[in-house]
């Protein structure tokens, strides 16, 4: 069966500090990778979605970045932090467009 | 733009009620619908969902209902358990070759013992 892992679960980074949240998913290949990000008792925005290694389309000008290294791997990045970057950030997989499956995750604090 | 929007934020019922969660969608390409819950400090997780050559769908306990003519989704679910507290999100496929589902804001079903 179809997992996904996404890390941290909690991070709380300074101001003006690095990012990299790492999702990774299993059983299955090629799929359809995205990034949300949830502000509190808010909607899922899209930040990127990637339809294979290397490409990665961006939804929103912001101060972060989306890498796929590998067929099933998923990193967000952002090289100095900002308040605004603070939020619920989670990964999602799915096949052909259709329904998303999400990971667990990851509450980001910028302090 | 056209959007996917949800008529009420918070909806309270009491156990063992039936619960109706509605949402409203604007763009008439869209061809493929999702409800997701959420608890808190959680990842959605899929419940049902319906493409647009169909009106009703049933799961257990939930069903789906989808009316073309007026652009509404909705989302019953029967015999309402504490378990059901969560948020409630409805999703849409706009079928416009953005490879992704847009989400609506969110309802938030309180159950009431």
Request: proline residues 4%; charged residues 15%; aromatic residues 10%.
């Amino acid at each position: 069966s179809q997992t996904i892992h996404q890390w941290p679960a909690t991070l709380v980074q300074p101001v003006g500090s690095p990012l990299s949240l790492e999702c990774t998913v299993e059983g299955t290949s090629n799929p359809n990778l995205y990034w949300y990000r949830q502000a509190a008792g808010r909607g899922l925005q899209l930040l990127f979605y990637s339809v294979g290694i290397g490409q990665i389309s961006s939804e929103v000008p912001q101060n972060l970045s989306a890498s796929r290294p590998q067929d099933r791997q998923f990193i967000l990045s952002s090289k100095k932090l900002l308040l605004s970057d603070s939020g619920f950030y989670l990964c999602a997989w799915s096949v052909q467009d259709e329904k998303l499956f999400f990971g667990s995750g990851t509450q980001l604090s910028v302090l | 733009g056209e959007s996917v929007g949800l008529h009420l934020p918070t909806l309270s019922v009491q156990e063992g009620d039936n619960s109706i969660i509605n949402c409203a969608y604007s763009n008439s390409a869209s061809d493929y619908f999702i409800w997701y819950k959420q608890e808190s400090g959680k990842g959605p997780q899929f419940i049902i969902d319906i493409r647009s050559n169909m009106d009703k769908r049933q799961g257990q306990r939930v069903t789906v209902l989808l009316n073309k003519t007026v652009k509404h989704l909705s989302l019953q679910i029967a015999a309402t358990q504490p378990g059901d507290s969560a948020v409630y999100f409805c999703a849409e496929n706009m079928g416009t070759g953005r490879r992704a589902l847009t989400f609506g804001s969110g309802t938030r079903l309180q159950v009431q013992p």
